[in-house]
Structures are given as structure tokens and as C-alpha cells.
């Protein structure tokens, strides 16, 4: 990547490596966009409403955050990375070609969320000894916006308890439980 020669209290080095890692978070992002994007436009079965609008907020979210981190790539002086060809070689999510089941698609997403929360982490220790306020705020935001889906898991992800001798209908009164009680259970 080529630098411009700028003057922003932080030293090229320092620049270049909060930039390499703000390219891996962009990578990273731009890639959970199009897999959340692509399970929007795919999902189906008795949960399709309620995923395809989670999904609709996810993606918006992501379309909004890879314009914020791009940005802030610029603003430290550096091109950001905007080829699928340069994601695909930075970013830590595997690209899918597969539609899985919709249960399938909240713990996949569960995972690549918790993928860019490390990534985002990866980061701070750069930034804040290179004293780059702007980048530290970036990415708390981008952290407090990837734990959440997580949580989605829990709220979406539940089907009705069924009990060894019991007819289907029977088990439909009983309590719910989780699909995915930890996306850690399924690495």
C-alpha cells in the first residue's frame, strides 16, 4: 500500500501497523456483510420473517461499519483494501457457498461475529500505544456491536423440548431450549 505523507502525531510505523490491522478488520466485516447479506436473501422456514429482518438490521449495521473503518484507514494516510481479492486475502471468515439450514446460519453468524471481535481486539494494543484515539473509539464501538449477536442465538434460536414417549403436539407444550447453547460447543 502506498502512504501519504501526512502529519497526525502518529509515525508512519505506528500508522502502517494500526492500518494493517484496521485492513484485516475491513476484510473481516465486508465479508460477514455478504454472508449475512446472502442468508437474508436465502433463509427460510418457520422463523423467515423473524430472521430475514434480523438479518436486514445486521447487514445495514456492517454496511454502515466498513464505511467507518475504510475511513479511518484513509484518515491515517493508507488506501483501504476494496477487492474481493484483496478480502479474500486478508480476511479470517471463509467465504460460503452452501445455504444452510436457518439454525445453521445463527451460529454461523454467532461465530464470525465473535471472529471480528477478536480481530477488533487485535487492534487496540497498536492503537493505544500509538496514542490513536479516534482508532481505540472505532473499535469499541465495532466490539460492543459484534458481542451482541451472541446474544441473538439465545433469542432466536429455540425449539420446543421434546420428551422420549411423547407425541410431537405434546411436546410443543413443554418449555424451550436453546439450539445453541454456546457457538464454542460447535468449533
Not at 47 to 75: K, P
Not at 168 to 179: D, G, H, K, M, V
Amino acid at each position: 500500500m502506498t502512504s501519504l505523507d501526512i502529519d497526525i502525531g502518529i509515525a508512519s510505523p505506528e500508522r502502517q501497523a494500526i492500518t494493517e490491522g484496521l485492513s484485516h478488520l475491513l476484510a473481516d466485516s465486508y465479508t460477514l456483510y455478504l454472508k449475512t447479506h446472502n442468508y437474508h436473501w436465502n433463509v427460510t422456514g418457520p422463523m423467515f420473517q423473524t430472521l430475514h429482518t434480523m438479518f436486514v438490521t445486521q447487514y445495514t449495521e456492517l454496511g454502515l461499519a466498513v464505511d467507518d473503518i475504510a475511513e479511518r484507514i484513509r484518515a491515517l494516510g493508507h488506501p483501504a483494501p476494496g477487492s474481493y481479492a484483496a478480502f479474500a486475502r486478508l480476511s479470517s471468515i471463509a467465504e460460503e457457498d452452501a445455504v444452510p439450514p436457518s439454525r445453521e446460519m445463527i451460529i454461523n453468524l454467532v461465530k464470525r461475529h465473535e471472529t471480528v471481535t477478536r480481530t477488533a481486539r487485535g487492534i487496540f494494543p497498536i492503537a493505544k500505544a500509538a496514542s490513536d484515539e479516534p482508532t481505540c473509539d472505532l473499535m469499541t464501538q465495532r466490539v460492543q456491536v459484534s458481542e451482541r449477536p451472541p446474544g441473538y442465538c439465545a433469542a432466536f434460536s429455540t425449539r420446543p423440548r421434546r420428551q422420549a414417549g411423547r407425541s410431537p403436539s405434546a411436546s410443543a407444550q413443554r418449555p424451550l431450549e436453546p439450539l445453541c447453547v454456546s457457538s464454542k460447543l460447535s468449533r
